[in-house]
């Protein structure tokens, strides 16, 4: 069947989502003395990351440990329904391995958040390959075993009433981000922004508490944001967020020495490498069902990117200068590889 017509944004983004494939794992029938390990997330049963990263990882866990190492999936926040407080339930025991989205809480992730600062990457597939360099580094933020740790597609940005063709349009509205770190950016764009988790974005555009929303486009799948939106503009000078899978540390330290090597051969870089195809792949079918719903899809012209990327530059060479931690901003960037 052909592909529908779509924006030249879509096609480049369909172009990279299909010149890579999914792992495939098979699974086994679990040993009656299975060990299971619950895994908490809040995204819905169906999300593309239950098909690429979460399924696969149980069913190679237990094909490599004939059935003695189980996972058992509690989609749609069942154990907590904060995205953000997911962090803290792995931390308390609550869950074995949880979903983390380290922008929702910062200030405990601060260099991780940084892939999401203007210039580092713009695909699922760069910004996962970033993180993947500065792993060593971004792994001592957290107070558990990272299993993967991945990127989005860069934001788009979808608007209910107005829609954004040039930075003139950007001005007085207030805008919803996924990360603080995002912040500035916007404001320098002359929008105000307010941070907002993706669970409630849909009800805030539909009744007018803002005016519009960046997120990358596998969101508008998730949330369903082609119902509340008419406009949707598909670049931003902003790069993609992070998303990182977390195994509870004592649990982990607690296991037989095979079974941590079970747990380390699955969670090699490929498990990373999933999660971004995903999210590749699920930000073509949110672009298409926007399109297809009738949102009206703008192609920014290249003159007027140079001028939202030359409204953003003084705070962002500013901010390179910025202390975090032991390092400073740009020296991180300059751990992903792609600092310009």
């Not at 320098?188 to 508490?209: I, W, Y």
């Not at 090597?261 to 699920?282: F, P």
Request: charged share 20%; net charge negative; with cysteine.
């Amino acid at each position: 069947m052909p592909l529908p017509r779509v924006g030249r944004e879509v096609r480049s983004r369909l172009t990279l989502a299909l010149a890579v494939g999914l792992p495939v794992a098979t699974g086994c029938q679990p040993a009656s003395d299975a060990r299971e390990l619950s895994l908490a997330h809040f995204l819905p049963a169906d999300h593309a990351l239950n098909e690429a990263v979460f399924t696969p990882l149980a069913q190679q866990l237990a094909e490599l440990s004939g059935g003695k190492l189980t996972v058992r999936q509690y989609p749609a926040g069942a154990l907590n329904t904060s995205a953000p407080a997911q962090y803290s339930i792995l931390l308390s025991g609550v869950a074995d391995i949880a979903l983390a989205v380290p922008a929702y809480t910062a200030d405990l992730f601060p260099k991780t958040d940084l892939i999401a600062y203007p210039g580092v990457c713009k695909t699922a597939m760069e910004c996962t390959v970033a993180l993947q360099r500065a792993l060593s580094v971004l792994e001592a933020e957290y107070e558990a075993k990272v299993l993967g740790l991945w990127g989005n597609d860069a934001p788009v940005l979808l608007t209910r009433d107005k829609p954004v063709r040039t930075l003139e349009d950007l001005r007085g509205l207030k805008i919803r981000v996924s990360t603080r770190s995002a912040i500035p950016f916007i404001e320098a764009l002359g929008a105000s922004a307010v941070m907002q988790p993706g669970t409630v974005v849909h009800q805030s555009l539909s009744t007018g508490v803002i005016d519009g929303v960046a997120i990358s486009p596998s969101g508008i799948v998730a949330f369903q944001l082609h119902e509340p939106a008419a406009y949707l503009t598909t670049w931003l000078p902003t790069s993609g967020l992070p998303f990182v899978l977390l195994m509870n540390q004592g649990v982990y330290d607690a296991l037989a020495p095979e079974e941590r090597r079970w747990i380390d051969e699955v969670a090699d870089s490929s498990l990373a490498m999933a999660g971004a195809v995903a999210y590749a792949r699920a930000g073509v079918e949110g672009l298409l069902l926007a399109e297809g719903a009738g949102v009206e899809m703008i192609d920014l012209p290249e003159g007027e990117k140079r001028r939202f990327e030359a409204a953003i530059a003084p705070v962002r060479e500013a901010g390179l200068a910025r202390r975090v931690d032991d390092m400073t901003v740009g020296e991180v960037i300059r751990l992903f590889g792609t600092a310009r």
